[in-house]
């Protein structure tokens, strides 16, 4: 029992990381109309991607540089921590399970680092002479698309594996309650999106959203941690 208790913790450990990571590299205010050279002058170059290139205007080099470092360090904690989810689980969705979540951890590193080089590029274009916008803007573009090819294949395949456990949970084919369902980050994630969407001019509700995947992993985690300890606790008191 101490073993899935201990893999469980190193998920709620990963998922603090990777959210306090996700609030110093993304979580800022998008304020496209104080940067009348994204918003106007390159807003044809730019097209749909003009709110991204203004989202880490805002923050320093530093600031973006320590929004990597504790996600990447910590995703061995994440990859371990697919194996206690297995650990909940029954039969063979146990083993697409743990799959889902290791592939999709395994790519999220880039997916989650690729904003870093979006930000530090976008930040460069900003304070460039006009001759070097179009060198400048294909950077820009070419980061975007590795970006987005980690980004939502990792999210893709995370999204996968807990909706499996979602699934697998209401059918009563894990170790955890049916309520517990309320717990898995899909469902907390869509409330943490919902609530921090009503506020887009705050910035706590930037820094929140801008980890609301992350944010429902530890909820999950820590709900996963309390569900099998206190089963651990009533079954000793039972001996």
Known sequence: MTKPLTLLLSGLFAALCWTAAD??????????GQYPLFSHTLASAL?????????????????????VLPATFSLPFYLASAFGVRRLLHGKAAGAVLSLLSAGYALSPLGHAGFYYMGISAQTLLHSPPEAYPMLLAQFRAFHAMLAVHWFASVGLLAAGWLVLLVQTVRGKTVLPRASVWANPLPVGAVVAGVCSLFPQS???????GATFNIAQAVFFASAWYCLYSNYQHQKEHQ
């Open 23 to 32: 609030m110093l590299l993304v979580g800022f205010v998008q304020s496209p």
């Open 47 to 67: 097209g749909d991607d003009v709110d991204l290139a203004v989202l880490m205007l805002a923050g320093s080099p530093q600031r973006l540089f320590w929004g």
């Open 203 to 209: 910035a706590v509700a930037a820094c929140i959203g």
